[in-house]
């Protein structure tokens, strides 16, 4: 492993060896002529480079096999631009457009979904070739394009960090690297000197998945410049995406092919750049800027953001933008793995939400109006799955961006009516269930984030929960839970999931409305109840009902049925997150709930083969490939049973997340798998997000510094952790003896200083 920087104190935080000797010997200033010319020739002769750099620790090919669903390309903390290569072949594999265990590439598009389940996006797609051009039309199946132009290319010519991707197309002999800006992508080939023609495609025509494109149009501004803009509709209802690139080599032809489609035409570009030996015209830099808004906003983002073609200062700039990120949590550890594991989670956990707004504050709203905003707007919110651990840690470890995300959250369902469920470049996809808005709006709230109108949240969250006509939110008011005879989902009712997702938000509702007026609602707090009408004594489950009041016949806690959202009864039985208590008390007292989280993590299904495609990363019928069952390993503390909990945590940790393009036990869901893995490597986790508290589990790493905003530094110490002694003997806070099970926010971001000892 790379040697780690020795640290000095000075003060109230850490500087580097470079800027402790920078600050001694400004001291010497004072006493010394002599001392300050040698001030001076330090100084300058002190290498910039000597800070760590944490994007080596960052694998991006982590999750791209088995069923992560990650892509591996380029992009800086939450940017709009997602510049990574396309296999272009559909299927659920494919879904964030690459695959690794495929051997082709068809281009490289700008917007990609990192770990979903949804095959969207794809979005201005360019590939490099040289003439004769390799294609392949074949329709193999009618629900996939064909590969059309393409190339083969090989992992061992393939490399992937932090806002960086580099392959060679063997086929071509061209060597692609990609980086990004916020909201601007840029491509660089290097062309062979084999005196073939040189040719770039744009294809604005080309779909995959789901996404299905309704029109493309370019206009070519001079012989370096084009704009234009490519409109579909998918998971992403009527995306509108704009943009315009600038060559670093004026073309010398270009011709224009266009495609019908269903709603209207295409195009298809392809821009010739002849032959020349000349090295100097070899390589060719392409700087694409998006916008949601208009190709003005695109030709805006680019001049602000890339106004020059020099690669190599773009790279730099990326990999300063995820040091920025990445530093705020600073790991010592010996083993590289580890290291690689924990810092590939968090930037995983950086890529979403991402930013929909143009450098002037413009952006297309829900309503399809545009407007500004004075800070950024975000879109890409996989709400169901984030609101558990991805927004948590973001109050935590970059809290200047939440109010701007609280307030993209509250302008949505202001242009929309209600509060998204997961929302994506100005739409609203509907997948999933709950409205886990509330719980994040909540959280920032509850720790008193700025930057955005707590009055307004609370009233669309009340307005959101309220609204009879929506999923079945009349039934629940009226009944206290949704039956699942009424079905207005298509053929998954997920009745008993929302019923305890919905009193979860209601439980949200009741705790703004305490923080923002000041005195309790006990309309929600008593909704947050509702849960109490699925609990079946006789079964000891949560169990689904009927609009009669009658409980599902035929009842099976281990089957997946459509009135329980991807999980069964077993996982769902735990998703009470707010009120434990009272679970404890519907599954017989502290003892009882303990035996059942021990039959939880020991009762193997019945039959593995028949397990749907997303109950993966089992123990017992624990999913960690899925978001219900997050929590529960840290539900151990509540029966008085840490050491279970540090068990189970430990080996999820080490067992589950892996240094490999496989190493992902399931979708990471926008980074919510990976955000999981952050916090519990740091030794706690947000069971109940709004609650302010972090349920301890056991640390990963002997040393980790917790880089707060404001200059405070939180020091996690555990120096004899390891594979073999992971099982918490004692936790000191401050010098003094910590007694109970969790932490509470306020502890963890007051600069605290905590030391486990293991055994």
């Known amino acids: 492993m790379e040697a780690v920087p020795k640290q000095i104190v000075f003060g109230h935080g850490l500087l580097s060896w470079r800027e402790g000797w920078i600050f001694s010997l400004t001291h010497l200033l004072m006493k010394s002529r002599f001392a300050f010319l040698i001030f001076l020739l330090l100084l300058g002769s002190v290498p910039l480079c000597a800070q760590r750099d944490y994007t080596q620790y960052v694998n991006p090919l982590v999750g791209t096999d088995f069923v992560g669903n990650t892509y591996p390309g ?440 305490q923080w923002v007026e000041g005195r309790p609602d006990h309309r929600f707090a008593q909704r947050s109840q509702n849960f109490r009408y699925l609990f079946d004594a006789q079964s000891g489950f949560f169990r689904p009902r009927d609009s009669h009041g009658r409980f599902q016949s035929d009842f099976h806690p281990e089957a997946y049925t459509p009135h329980i959202c991807e999980s069964n009864a077993w996982q769902y039985l735990w998703s009470v997150q707010h009120d434990l208590p009272a679970l404890m008390h519907l599954l017989g007292g502290r003892d009882r709930m303990e035996a059942r989280l021990d039959s939880f993590f020991t009762l193997a299904p019945r039959d593995k083969a028949e397990l749907p495609l997303f109950s993966t990363g089992m123990l017992g019928q624990y999913v960690h490939g899925n978001e219900p069952s997050h929590h529960v390993a840290y539900l151990y503390n509540v029966v008085g049973r840490p050491e279970k909990t540090q068990r189970y945590v430990a080996r999820i940790v080490r067992e589950l997340y892996r240094d490999n393009p496989a190493g992902l036990c399931g979708n990471d869901d926008c980074g919510q798998l990976s955000a999981w893995l952050v916090w519990s490597a740091m030794g706690f986790y947000p069971v109940d997000p709004v609650s302010g508290r972090y349920e301890l589990g056991t640390p990963l790493f002997p040393h980790l510094r917790l880089h707060l905003p404001g200059g405070t530094t939180t020091t996690l110490l555990a120096p004899h952790v390891d594979a073999d002694h992971w099982r918490v003997a004692s936790l000191r806070v401050n010098g003094r003896r910590h007694r109970s099970t969790f932490l509470p926010h306020a502890l963890l971001t007051s600069g605290a200083r905590m030391e486990w000892e293991m055994k």
């Open 74 to 513: 380029a992009q800086v903390p939450f940017g709009m631009v997602q510049l990574s290569p396309d296999n272009l072949i559909g299927g659920w594999d494919r879904i964030a457009g690459y695959f690794y265990p495929d051997s082709t590439l068809t281009g490289f598009s700008h917007t990609h979904l990192s770990g979903t389940g949804a095959g969207d996006l794809y979005d201005i797609s360019f590939f490099p070739t040289t003439l004769p051009q390799k294609a392949d039309f074949t329709v193999r199946h009618p629900d996939q394009a064909p590969l059309g132009i393409y190339s083969t290319f090989l992992h061992s010519e393939e490399t992937a960090t932090a806002g960086f991707y580099a392959v060679r197309l063997a086929d071509y002999d061209i060597r692609v690297r990609l980086t990004a800006t916020p909201r601007c992508g840029i491509q660089h080939y290097t062309f062979p000197a084999d005196g073939r023609e040189r040719v770039v495609t744009l294809n604005l025509a080309r779909t995959m998945n789901w996404d299905a494109t309704q029109a493309g149009e370019v206009q070519f501004l001079d012989s370096t410049t084009l704009c234009g803009h490519r409109f579909s509709t998918g998971w992403a209802r009527d995306q509108r995406v704009f943009f315009a690139t600038r060559f670093s080599r004026p073309w010398q032809r270009v011709e224009v092919d266009t495609v019908p489609t269903t709603a209207g035409r295409s195009v298809v570009v392809r821009f010739y750049f002849g032959h020349s030996a000349d090295e100097a015209q070899r390589s060719i830099t392409l700087v694409t800027a998006l916008s949601g808004t208009s190709t003005e906003g695109a030709l805006r983002n680019l001049a602000a953001e890339a106004p020059h073609n020099d690669f190599d200062r773009y790279r730099e700039d990326a990999r300063r933008l995820w040091n920025e990120q990445l530093s705020r949590l600073e790991a010592e550890s010996d083993n590289t793995t580890d290291l690689r594991k924990f810092y590939t989670a968090l930037y995983h956990t950086l890529l979403a939400p991402t930013i929909a707004s143009d450098v002037d504050g413009a952006y297309l709203g829900s309503d399809r109006r545009i407007h500004h905003t004075v800070g950024i707007h975000y879109s890409t919110f996989s709400l169901w799955d984030t609101f558990r651990a991805s927004h948590p840690l973001f109050t935590l470890i970059c809290p200047e961006r939440v109010g701007d995300m609280a307030q993209s959250l509250i302008d949505f369902g202001t242009q929309h009516g209600r509060l998204p469920v997961w929302s994506m470049w100005s739409s609203e996809t509907d997948m999933m269930i709950g409205l886990h808005a509330i719980p994040i709006l909540a959280d920032a709230i509850g720790k008193g984030i700025k930057g955005f109108d707590y009055a307004q949240a609370l009233a669309l969250s009340r307005r959101s929960l309220l609204d009879a006509d929506y999923r079945s939110l009349g039934h629940y008011d009226s009944l206290g839970y949704v039956p699942f005879d009424v079905t207005d989902m298509g053929k998954d009712d997920w009745s008993l999931s929302r019923t305890l997702e919905y009193a979860y938000n209601d439980h949200c509702v009741a705790q703004m409305a």
